[in-house]
């Protein structure tokens, strides 16, 4: 079993403000990060696909660091917007022979921006 | 071009019965997993497909079983149902069977009673 842990569990925030997340997970054998937003009744949408240690990734008011020595990455919204709202799920893939191919997610989580 | 496509959308079923989920991924796309979704909890992998072979199987009994066809579709079969097996299930695509990009269908959301 392989945790990713992420935190908050939820978040309320008000239009306009900034926020961010955290997804921790075991940094041995650590091979790729994702990031997908899920909103209901949707399937998941990719946002970032993450690798090297220091890597930072943006599109548009969301952006995302990681550190795989440390094991965690961070979400970080700028700006929130009422669509914004949202499951954020982080996922893993572990460079373990036979495993490689499987994703291990976090929880999520669930932001709503009030207007 | 269609994105991941899972059927049916919602499912009720009875404890005891069988159920089998369909799931078509992206055109060009050889690989299908299969993910299951409770309450709470993050998505859980059950299978990985590709190219018609089974690559991988997570921690899920031998009620679980899957096969992929010569046009990349794949069915998720459940045998004896459990109400524990009530769940969102998540089918994903890819082009290989470790490279990055995973497309998700929007699940089937399977209801044991």
Redesign the interface.
Known sequence: ILN?EQSPQSLHVQEGDSTNFTCSFPSSNF??L?W?RWET????E?LF?M?LNGDEKKKGRISATLNTKEGYSYLYIKGSQPEDSATY?C?I?VNRG???????????TQLTVWP | DA??TQSPTHLIKTRGQQVTLRCSPISGHK?V?W?QQVL??????IF?Y?EKEE??R?NFPDRFSARQFPNYSSELNVNALLLGDSALY?C?SSAG??N????????TRLTVV
């Open positions: 990713v091979y790729a994702h997908y009744a949707k399937s998941p990719a696909v690798t799920l996922a893939h036979s495993t490689l191919g499987r994703l291990y997610f976090g929880r999520g | 994105g991941v690989s997993s993910y709470g909890q993050g998505p859980q992998f990985q590709y690559r991988g997570g998540l994903a069977t470790s990055y990009g995973y497309t998700f269908g929007s699940g």
